[in-house]
T-cell receptor
Framework: NAGVTQTPKFRILKIGQSMTLQCTQD?????MYWYRQDPGMGLKLIYYSVGAGITDKGEVPNGYNVSRSTTEDFPLRLELAAPSQTSVYFC?????????????FGPGTRLTVL | AQSVTQLDSHVSVSEGTPVLLRCNYSSSYSPSLFWYVQHPNKGLQLLLK??????LVKGINGFEAEFKKSETSFHLTKPSAHMSDAAEYFC??????????FGTGTRLKVLA
């Protein structure tokens, strides 16, 4: 049971490049989330999904896109990278059942845009 | 609307002394409340959670938190700090929606 895995761990992009951050969970959770964490700040929600085929915007969706074709995978796409997207990105899945409500976080992807 | 306020951005304690990290919340509904810890360059780990059962919640590594509805608070405490407790701590609220709302974090420093 690997939990939530994210790839890559680190990445440096040039302005205008694109990339996809991968996120996979093996816990069969319906809810999945993408957050960004800027230095000295809490986590801001970028996008979330309540199940395969269903996604919605969070607080800071501009410059990002997501898809959810399977329960396991929730990739985050950056188009036309900008320095303002330099951040640490966390993916999470969430278990809600029988009074239990817990988010499980991946280890994060540290992205630098130069 | 939900919100969460962590009252201290930095807290310093000496090793072996008590820890108090303060969190106030605002919620229209009965909330679920969580504390997460983040060690340097690591992901977030759940410390403890309140989901309308006992108001005093015990977590991992000797931490506990008390839900006080009248004060809209969910402060995190530990009787005796250890060097390994140095980390960033996040208070989080959820009120039956799909979203978690994170506080801005409290950085705990433990002095030898």
């Amino acid at each position: 049971n690997a939990g939530v895995t994210q790839t890559p761990k680190f990445r440096i992009l040039k302005i205008g490049q694109s990339m996809t951050l991968q996120c996979t969970q093996d816990m069969n959770h319906n809810y999945m989330y993408w957050y960004r964490q800027d230095p000295g700040m809490g986590l801001k929600l970028i996008y979330y999904s309540v199940g395969a085929g269903i996604t919605d915007k969070g607080e800071v969706p501009n410059g990002y896109n997501v898809s959810r074709s399977t329960t396991e995978d929730f990739p985050l796409r950056l188009e036309l990278a900008a320095p303002s997207q330099t951040s640490v990105y966390f993916c999470a899945s969430r278990k809600i059942s029988g009074g239990t409500d817990t988010q499980y976080f991946g280890p994060g992807t540290r992205l630098t845009v130069l | 609307a939900q919100s969460v306020t962590q009252l201290d951005s930095h807290v310093s304690v000496s090793e072996g002394t008590p820890v108090l990290l303060r969190c106030n919340y605002s919620s229209s509904y009965s909330p679920s409340l969580f504390w997460y810890v983040q060690h340097p360059n690591k992901g977030l780990q759940l410390l403890l959670k309140y989901t309308s059962a006992a108001t005093l919640v015990k977590g991992i590594n000797g931490f506990e938190a008390e839900f006080k509805k009248s004060e809209t608070s969910f402060h995190l405490t530990k009787p005796s700090a250890h060097m390994s407790d140095a980390a960033e701590y996040f208070c989080v609220v959820s009120s039956g929606t799909y979203k978690y709302i994170f506080g801005t974090g409290t950085r705990l420093k433990v002095l030898a």
